[in-house]
Structures are given as C-alpha cells and as structure tokens.
C-alpha cells in the first residue's frame, strides 16, 4: 500500500514562496494561518538553504498521541487527519509537533484558538469526499479527484515532492547520483572534510 | 463577639454541613449503569479508506519529476 509522503529537496529550494501561496488560494485556508512555509536557514550567507515545511504526516505522530480528546486519524494512506468537529482547540498538538504544523485561526475574544487547522495532504477530512462541508472545513480533496498536492504539483524548481514515500524516494536517489556533489553525494564530507565548500 | 453574631454563624455552619451532606448523597445516588466510560474517536471505513490512485495525472507528476 502506497505511504504518502513530502520530501522537499533543499538544493532546488529557491524560496519562491509559490507553495505557500498555492496551498493558501487552494483550500481558502482563513487569516492568520499557513498550512506550510519556506524555512531558510544561513539567510544571506554562503550556503544558505530553505526547505518548505508542512505536517509530515508522522508514523507514529505525537500529535494524535497528545491530544486530549482523540480528534486524529490516519487514513489507509498513512495521511494524518483530524476532526473539527471533536478539536477543542486546546493547543497540546502545537506543542507536540516538531515541525509547527498545526495552527489556529485565533477567532473570538479572550485569546480562544479556535479549531485546528493543519496540512491534509489535500485528502480533505473526515467529512463525505468533495462535499461542500468538507472543503469549508478542511479544503479540497485532491487525492479524491486523483490528484497529489498543489503544493507539490506546482513547485517550480521541483523541488517539492509529494506522493508514494518509495516512488518520490526513488526519484530524490537518482537526483543525487546526477549531481554528484555537496549535500546530495553521499560521502562528500569524509572526502573533502569541511573546508571544500560548494 | 455577640451572642448574635455567634448565633449567626453557627446557623451558617449548618447550612454549610447540610448543604455538603446533600450534595453527597446526590452523588452517590447516580445510577451506575448512566456513567459511560469516555470513547476515543474511532473513524469508520469510509473515512480512513485509500483516496490516492496512480491516475494518469499522477504518473505525470513522477514523470516530470524525474530530472
């Protein structure tokens, strides 16, 4: 059975931002929210690297391990969900997850959060597959519809990958033979120590 | 203190004993059979099943992908 997974490869990262902007207009995700974003680290320095950041859809997600009420699912595609509708916003998933992912809309007074809101992998959620509700709640299904994530889809180095976790791992492997050099070479620090910068 | 103040506040001593003495007894004269142990969220099939296919689209996207 296939696994879902994202696998953003840095040397082609340029830091367009278009994924986030791609991910935002696609699931109409609300004010104060990105599902995903660019991470640079060394900005402005040599070897300065951006990964795009999003929930990974963790095997064994903490997560769903903290959460007090239960609301996390994973799908046959090993896609971690969750229900809107059980969330209370109580904000231990955020602490949880490594990578920030989960994120609240912050609505209402008296610093509430509101429901959680985090990546689907564009599998929607836990409502009736490309109903109305389900994309007010969550956003559009593209899995359903036969599709992969339009953050991936339109990433225009490539850089992003997203799919079946072998297929795309496959991918990345014959990409790093091809270049050959610094990250993506295998061996290239024992060879050339630190100093022979690419 | 006054005999009335002391009056007064052993009368709310009693309200307050009585008032625990009930709120006991109603808590332990809740049926057993109403208290339901708390369930965790348990998906059906329809909503974790396998959505992703290798259509054509997404054969596409692997294949363009692949330099």
Redesign the interface.
């Known amino acids: ?2 696994r ?1 997974k994202f696998l953003c490869d840095a040397d082609r990262c340029i830091e367009c931002n278009a994924c986030v902007t791609a991910c935002k207009n696609e699931n109409e995700v609300p004010w104060g929210i990105n599902r995903r974003r660019v991470v640079t680290i060394n900005d402005g320095k040599p070897g300065e690297r951006s990964i795009s950041m999003a929930c990974m859809h963790c095997t064994d997600a903490p997560c769903a391990a903290v959460c007090p ?3 996390f ?5 090993k896609v971690v ?1 969750h ?1 809107k509708d ?1 969330c209370i916003g109580c904000g231990y998933c955020f602490y949880a997850c490594p990578f920030g992912a989960p994120q609240y809309p912050k609505v209402g007074n008296f610093g509430s959060r509101g429901k959680m809101d985090k990546c689907t992998f564009c ?1 929607g959620g ?1 409502e009736a ?1 490309l109903s109305p509700a389900e994309f007010q709640k969550y956003g559009s ?1 593209r ?2 519809e ?3 994530p339009l953050c ?2 339109m990433c225009s180095t ?1 850089s992003l ?1 997203a ?2 976790g072998d ?2 791992a496959k ?1 990345y492997k ?1 990409r790093v033979v091809k270049r050959g050099y610094g990250s993506g070479a295998w061996g290239w620090k024992t060879a050339y120590k630190e100093t022979v910068a690419i | 203190m006054s005999e009335k103040t002391t009056k007064q506040a052993l009368d709310r001593r009693g309200f307050l004993k009585v008032a625990s003495l009930g709120s006991a007894a109603a808590a332990a004269s809740v049926a057993p059979g109403l208290v339901t142990p708390a369930q ?2 348990n ?1 059906g099939n329809e ?9 054509d ?2 054969k596409a ?2 294949r ?3 330099y």
């Open positions: 059975m296939a879902m009420v239960d609301c699912y994973v799908t046959v595609d969900l229900s059980l599998a836990p597959d299904n899995l359903a036969g599709k992969l991936a889809e490539k990958l799919g079946d297929i795309i991918i014959e | 965790a969220y998906p909503e974790t099943k396998g959505r992703y296919r290798e259509t689209h997404v996207f692997y363009t992908n692949s």
